[in-house]
């Protein structure tokens, strides 16, 4: 199970913070990403953090040096920090985690699931 919380409403330029954290999964051995999905669109992958790497390996281009993935494996949790945010990032955000080698940047190949946050970004 994942569960998620942060989130929330924020100006334009303004910063927040995400986290999901897992129970009942061997954490340590999970790929772990981050996604959205706005409203009439598919979901899309934001960023991913590997079971075997030390840092998120893949960032989607329009959240590069903006977003950072984040992971605590003594927590079971990753965290996405959102800054210099814009209208355009408003959508429901979903953490997602899947076995594997490595963590495939696929959404349809993550299995487990968080609930769901909302960030509305207003201008």
């Known amino acids: 199970q994942l569960v998620q919380s942060g989130g929330g409403l924020v100006q334009a330029g303004g910063s927040l913070r995400l986290s999901c954290t897992a129970s009942?999964?061997?954490?340590?051995?999970?790929?772990m990403g981050w996604f959205r999905q706005a409203p009439g669109k598919e979901r899309v992958m934001l960023a991913t953090f590997g079971w075997r790497t030390a840092g998120a390996t893949y960032y989607l281009d329009s959240v590069k040096d903006r977003f950072i993935m984040s992971r605590d494996n003594a927590k079971n949790t990753v965290t996405l920090e959102m800054n210099s945010l814009k209208p355009e990032d408003t959508a429901v955000y979903y953490c997602?985690?899947?076995?594997?080698?490595?963590?495939?940047?696929?959404?349809?190949?993550?299995?487990?699931w968080g609930q769901g946050t909302q960030v509305t970004v207003s201008s």
């Open positions: 009942g999964l061997p954490f340590s051995r999970l790929n």
């Open positions: 997602g985690a899947v076995f594997g080698s490595n963590a495939p940047i696929d959404v349809d190949e993550y299995g487990y």
